[in-house]
């Protein structure tokens, strides 16, 4: 909505401080659409109230503001922008900015022009259009774009910048001779510079056509959590408001939608907050034309660097007009007048993920210690040096196995340790940001421990410090010497020493043990010159209980989970089924449509009583065996399941769950799902209060099944399982590449998968897998009746030989025995396919009577036949040799 000019006393004053932030940033993602789509208009409530048609003899003054500055757009442009008539002008109804080379001795090498209706012209929602030539050529950079008002929520880019067109160097041939012809919608959040955020999408024509080349009309469409992007009408990118997803306790968990976000100051509590909400891009913003030369992002682009041939009068920037309308079907929100097309949200086609961070679940109060580094890093973690340019390394010691290395090159200060913080990532680091809640701790003898020897002692004598933090700038220790820890130690060069803090003492020193996620050890800030030392076995733990387990059905109903028939009045029963599984419960289907399984209940009060599984979300699922003695017709079978009264669930068919397979009447099958599979389909977790299996509503009649071992869990958690990679390998386990002279490396995956093993074949012959060290080994004897080796994987890139067999080879003994199978023999007898996570499982018993001593078990290996993997591109996750049954 538009507002009258404001005071002009008030304009000046602020044009003297204004800080001239430029477009900056090219968007990641370029798309090309052959087909033409005229929009649709459901309704025809645009209507226009502001626009400026160029058709006077000057630019008018009531309506834009010339800056006058050298201040390079903030973005180390190569122009002085002025008022001057040469720069920009009316003629024959169209307006004109030109870049034209500056005077010999000026400040900068152009001069040019850039326009804002700041304080004239300032609105909320709506329509923005222009019709417009864009000038062409290298170091070329026209834009027509918005800022905000007021900046009510703080600096750039956190009160925001909506970028409704830009180009950069079009029609500039590369050296690949691509001709650069995309135009880039972008917009600009987050947190403050250098640490701010954009994300957009670039779009070109069809058929080579060149932006540059003619007239085209540029718009945006922008309501309230949403702003969507055209070109000649045809809409290439939608971004919207982040979706956060809350629990039961109204916390934020987790992220339904990754859009825009912003941070800043909390008016009531004066605290840097995070919020994902319609802000910033919900206040008043102003409207900015400008031709830039060079700067960041054309002079390193296409040829780099600016051809000063390309500016002069004739290549100019031609605009139409600027046109303004609103929704008059509510101007408020601006909603209701959207002219959008299928796939408009569709991450596939035109909707951009943004770059919203993930909010941090909150404590779930459940004890749980983490190893930071134990011979290998924590997934999420990384050793760092914070201001010395060193890179920590992993190397080999003869005592202690696999250590990190860090050295101190000079006396300029440093701190060095191990950091799980965005911003202190090296560039390679796969890992996320996922701070360690120790606070569940406190009271179980919570410790922070490590292993430290020091191989070459800093030149000058120096006091040996911890630290630990809490956010950058946030609660932490201070400086903690080592010798105030529990063994009361200073270093010794040469030796292994060990150090213990209680948490309870990190605490009083003023470290909050919620949210730890740097810890550091070093000598005395710049009196480290020469250190070399080596660090291991860096924990946060204490004396931590079993991990949340639920059994809902084994045997006997659990009097809080009684079987349940919600709408057919019928009452299940427990029935005896064969001497592997006992008691089973017994579902039947009459002629009312109905949903069955279970419902929790309070015995004694007959109220819910949910299921928190939040501690274990990363590993945990819901699992269930089922056999159906009497089969429904061909009626498609659905697992769903509830939390918090139905206030939020996820559905799906049981063809989804790991296993992947539909039910066959008279076997008993397993069906499993993942935590983080259910929380992304729309699961709250930490309420759990109905799981329902059956056939789809109302196609069930005469259904007969049997429900068995129905249960809650994280299965690397169970005593017994041995897990040899999720997330990271195991202490004492590499992911290894056997003869092709690769180094596979830990990559992230979605959701559920998060840090995986990837590997690569090149050329030369090779298997892959995991090995173990010398010494380290499985024991599965205790596990051959019922248990199993399982791994999930998915094929990247498929080997060049497309017909090669997937194989796994299983050694023990340092290969005086083993096994090899072909995948499409496990139990799911599936083929791999690309681009999909599948599950493979292997009997122990099927492993030990094809020739394997399952007594030390040291190589697992899944590869492509030897001699035809070239080309391959996969990922391994979840390996266990696990009994999957209690």
């Known amino acids: 909505m538009l507002k009258a000019a404001k005071n002009i006393t008030q304009l000046l004053a602020v044009l003297s401080t204004i800080t001239l932030i430029g477009c900056g940033g090219s968007s990641a993602e370029t798309e090309t659409k052959p087909d033409k789509i005229d929009p649709q208009q459901p309704v025809s409530d645009w209507a226009m109230v502001w626009s400026d048609e160029f058709d006077g003899e000057a630019i008018n003054t009531q309506n834009w503001t010339h800056e006058v500055n050298c201040a390079g757009g903030g973005n180390q442009e190569k122009q002085c922008y002025t008022d001057s008539a040469e720069n920009s002008f009316i003629q024959d109804g169209m307006l004109n900015l030109v870049a034209l080379p500056a005077e010999e001795g000026a400040a900068l090498p152009f001069t040019s022009a850039r326009m804002i209706t700041r304080y004239k012209t300032d609105f909320k929602y709506g329509r923005v259009e222009m019709r417009a030539k864009v000038p062409s050529g290298q170091g070329s950079w026209p834009a027509f774009w918005m800022m905000p008002t007021d900046e009510e929520y703080g600096e750039w880019p956190r009160s925001g910048e909506i970028d409704i067109f830009e180009s950069v160097n079009l029609g500039v041939a590369g050296a690949d001779g691509n001709v650069e012809s995309n135009i880039h919608g972008t917009l600009h959040y987050g947190k403050s510079w250098p640490n701010n955020s954009s994300s957009g999408k670039a779009y070109s024509l069809a058929d080579g056509v060149n932006p540059a080349d003619d007239f085209h009309t540029y718009a945006i469409e922008w309501q309230e959590g949403e702003i969507r992007w055209y070109m000649d009408g045809y809409l290439y990118a939608t971004q919207r408001q982040s979706k956060v997803r809350y629990n039961s306790k109204d916390e934020a968990v987790g992220l339904a939608h990754k859009g825009w976000f912003t941070e800043y100051f909390d008016q009531v509590s004066g605290e840097l907050e995070t919020h994902w909400d319609t802000a910033p891009f919900d206040k008043d913003f102003y409207l900015i034309l400008n031709f830039a030369v060079g700067g960041d992002w054309p002079e390193n682009v296409n040829n780099l660097g600016v051809d000063a041939t390309a500016f002069h ?45 993930v909010p941090l679940p909150p404590s779930d109060g459940v004890a749980k210690n983490i190893a930071i580094f134990d011979g290998s890093l924590e997934a999420n973690w990384t050793a760092w040096d914070c201001c010395g340019g060193t890179t920590p390394a992993i190397i080999a010691d003869a005592d202690k196995g696999d250590v990190v290395q860090f050295n101190i090159n000079d006396n300029n200060g440093t701190v060095l340790g191990f950091s799980t913080r965005d911003g202190h990532f090296p560039a390679d680091f796969t890992g996320v940001s996922a701070p360690f809640d120790a606070s569940p701790l406190l009271d179980l003898n919570g410790t922070l421990s490590f292993e430290m020897k020091v191989v070459t002692a800093p030149t000058s004598a120096t006091t040996w410090l911890l630290k630990a933090e809490s956010g950058d700038g946030g609660p932490n220790t201070g400086d903690v010497a080592l010798n105030t820890s529990i063994e009361g130690l200073d270093p010794v060069v040469g030796e292994w020493q060990t150090y213990t803090f209680s948490l309870a003492t990190l605490q009083e020193k003023g470290l909050d043990l919620s949210a730890i996620d740097v810890v550091m050890i070093f000598p005395a800030w710049a009196t480290g010159e020469g250190a070399e030392y080596l660090i291991t076995n860096l924990a946060i733990e204490g004396d931590v209980g079993a991990s949340p387990e639920l059994v809902i059905f084994a045997d006997d109903e659990n009097p809080s989970w009684p079987l349940w028939d919600c709408c057919g009045g019928s009452t299940p029963t427990v029935e005896l089924d064969d001497d592997a599984h006992g008691n089973v419960a017994q579902f039947s289907i009459g002629s009312e449509p109905t949903v069955m399984g279970f419902i929790s209940r309070d015995p004694n009060t007959t109220t819910p009583a949910p299921f928190d599984a939040s501690a274990i979300l990363s590993n945990g699922v819901i699992q269930f065996e089922m056999k159906v003695t009497a089969m429904p017709g061909d009626a498609a079978w659905m697992f769903k399941v509830e939390s918090d009264n139905n206030a939020s669930f996820a559905e799906l068919p049981l063809t989804d769950s790991v296993e992947g397979v539909a039910p066959a009447s008279g076997q008993w099958q397993t069906y499993t799902y993942n935590l983080a599979d259910l929380a992304d389909a729309g699961l709250d977790v930490s309420a759990i209060d109905v799981l329902m299996i059956f056939p789809a509503w109302g196609a069930g009649e005469g259904a007969i099944y049997l429900v068995d071992n129905v249960k809650v869990y994280d299965p690397t958690a169970v005593a017994g399982n041995n897990v040899i990679f999720a997330d990271a390998p195991a202490t004492g386990w590499t992911i290894w590449d056997c003869c092709g002279g690769s180094t596979p490396t830990l990559e992230n995956d979605d959701t559920a998968h998060g840090v995986t093993a990837e590997f690569v074949i090149g050329s030369e012959p090779t298997v892959m897998g995991l090995l173990a060290d010398d010494g380290v080994f499985v024991d599965a004897s205790a596990l051959l009746a019922n248990g199993v080796v399982q791994f999930e994987l998915k094929v990247i890139t498929a080997p060049n030989n497309a017909s090669a067999a997937w194989l796994f080879k299983i050694e023990s003994d340092s290969a005086a025995t083993s096994a090899e199978l072909a995948l499409n023999t496990s139990l799911e007898g599936a083929d791999p396919v690309v681009g999909e996570w599948q599950t493979y499982t292997f009997p122990l018993q099927t492993l030990f009577d094809a020739g394997l001593d399952i007594s030390f078990i040291d190589v697992l290996m899944i590869f492509p036949a030897w001699g035809a993997g070239e080309g391959a591109v996969y990922r391994l996750d979840n390996i266990m040799i696990y009994e999957p049954t209690e």
């Open 313 to 357: 009068a004739d290549n100019k920037f031609e605009v139409d007009y600027v046109r303004v309308y609103q929704c008059q079907s509510n101007p408020e929100t601006g909603k209701g007048c959207e002219t959008v097309r299928p796939g408009y949200d569709s991450f596939d086609d035109a909707l951009v993920e943004g770059k919203a961070p």
